[in-house]
């Protein structure tokens, strides 16, 4: 990718999907048993990483910022009942 990048580490997420299929198929393409072990394993750690890494994107990009404005801050006071008010209740209801 040319210039900055909007999230940073996409290239490794993308390294990691291509690592466990490139792994995965030399472990069903191989005829010996320790490489066919090596690629499934090494196959299985990185498809793991790489689905928690873009799990990992995904709550970043649609989490908020912990922190609050004092506009916020004002605005949610703005909606909170004043202690003195009376509670709101149902109307009575009518007799049958």
Request: hydrophobic residues 45%.
């Amino acid at each position: 990718m040319i210039g900055p990048q909007a999230h940073p580490g996409a290239d490794m997420v993308w390294g990691l999907t291509i690592m466990a299929l490139l792994a995965f198929l030399l472990g069903f393409a191989s005829h010996s048993p320790g490489w066919l072990g090596l690629g499934i394993f090494v196959g299985f750690v990185c498809g793991i990483a790489a689905a928690l890494m873009f799990i990992d994107r995904h709550l970043r990009a649609s989490s908020r910022p912990e922190h609050m404005t004092e506009r916020e801050i004002e605005a949610l006071r703005g909606t909170l009942r004043k202690p003195d008010a009376p509670p709101r209740q149902l109307p009575p209801t009518q007799p049958r």
